[in-house]
């Protein structure tokens, strides 16, 4: 069964999967009533982060839906907030040194374009530091890149470049690798 639906008004997903379809409307259902923030939008948003920061469209959203369930008002027992549950430590060091930008937690953690800006350019700084050590990493790389943004990158460097032995990280890994495609096979966001 095929499942059509509007992204925008120049752009309709086509989604093969039935299960991935009902999730992928879902999720864009989601998007819709949180954050005020209309579905076409949080689409440019994510594909902007992902070109501007080379990281996938779709390891965003997974993302996402691992730390936030797309919920832009999320916040964590660790006071991590928004849709990629940034925390203050994480979020004042990139817009900081990374981004050039005095924006506050505060005030702006909970706004969806900044909160993917923020988590996204920490991806890339996890994956550049990941390059940095490439002779010691002893785990897929995408599962250290996870364990880096779950854990830190001192937890995952403090267990020899591989994934920390935390029952949280561990779960988290498993669930973003083994989650549904966020985007159907061959679909694009352009």
Known sequence: MKVFFWSN???ILKVENKIAGI???AVFFILVINGNVVAGDMVEIIRTASQRYQISEDLIC????AESSFNAQAISRSNARGLMQITRPTWDWICRDFLAQDWSFDACAFDVEKNIIVGTCFLRWINDYLDRHQEK???????LVLACYNAGPGAVRRYGYSVPPFPETRRYVEKIL???????????FR
């Open 62 to 65: 997974r993302v996402i839906m």
């Open 137 to 143: 990493l002893n785990d897929e790389r995408i599962k």
């Open 9 to 11: 008004t120049k752009e």
């Open 23 to 25: 999730f992928f409307l």
């Open 178 to 188: 083994h989650a549904p495609a966020m985007l159907p096979a061959g679909y694009s």
